[in-house]
């Protein structure tokens, strides 16, 4: 036998408001869909042209000192990050840039992305790397000169770890990778993986100097 009193009249017509509410809710992603990164974002990435517009201290400071984010799943897989990568890659290797190096907040995008030139591997391939961490910094300390596309003009004198254990995520599978990276090329990654902290070399750097 089932007694129906007020409460479970009450309940009755929240669990409905509910379910409604969450119906509405899938209705609109099926109609409207959830886009990969945010309008500014897919505003940047989608401009013609395929060398970027490199982000410069002071001005664009808000962006270089912010924190950058992983990309979700669906922004891992979407072809706004394929161009995203690629218009990363020639804008590096770009005679105007000619760098080693690149980090999305280095293009007005605060994820976790970066190309890295790996001088460790034959042919020295540009390389993109997706919600990139370091996972553990080894090897003693040294010295190294180092310069930066968003701080033109300037070259400085860095201390780095020797070794880096990165890990990141494979957009393919999503699965995740770690990579242990040695000499120039792990210096590389902590300049860029820097980057994705707010952090400039030049907070590093034991001394600065111009470049003429
Ligand atoms: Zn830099």
Not at 141 to 147: A, F, M, V
Request: hydrophobic share 40%.
């Amino acid at each position: 036998m089932y007694f129906c009193d007020m409460t479970d009249k009450k309940n009755l017509w929240i669990s409905m408001a509910a379910c409604s509410v969450a119906a509405l809710g899938i209705l609109a992603v099926l109609l409207f869909g959830v886009k990969p990164f945010t309008a500014a974002e897919r505003r940047i990435i989608n401009q013609s042209g395929n060398v970027m517009y490199v982000t410069v201290m002071p001005q664009d400071s808000a962006v270089l000192r912010a924190v950058s984010v992983d990309l979700s799943a669906r922004e891992l897989r979407s072809e706004e990050l394929k161009t995203l990568a690629d218009k990363m890659l020639t804008t590096v290797q770009d005679p105007s840039q000619d760098g080693v190096g690149i980090a999305a907040p280095q293009v007005g995008i605060n994820k976790r992305v970066i190309c890295v030139q790996r001088f460790d591997k034959p042919g020295e391939p540009f390389e993109a790397y997706y919600n990139i961490h370091i996972d553990t910094l080894m090897g003693p300390l040294k010295s190294g000169r180092e310069g930066c596309l968003s701080i033109p003009g300037y070259y400085g004198s860095v201390q780095r770890n020797e070794t880096v254990v990165v890990r990141y995520v494979d957009p393919s599978t999503l699965t995740p990778v770690t990579d242990t990276v040695q000499g120039f090329t792990a210096v590389i990654f902590q300049h860029e993986i820097d980057h994705l902290e707010g952090i400039l070399y030049t907070d590093r750097a034991d001394s600065l100097w111009q470049t003429n």
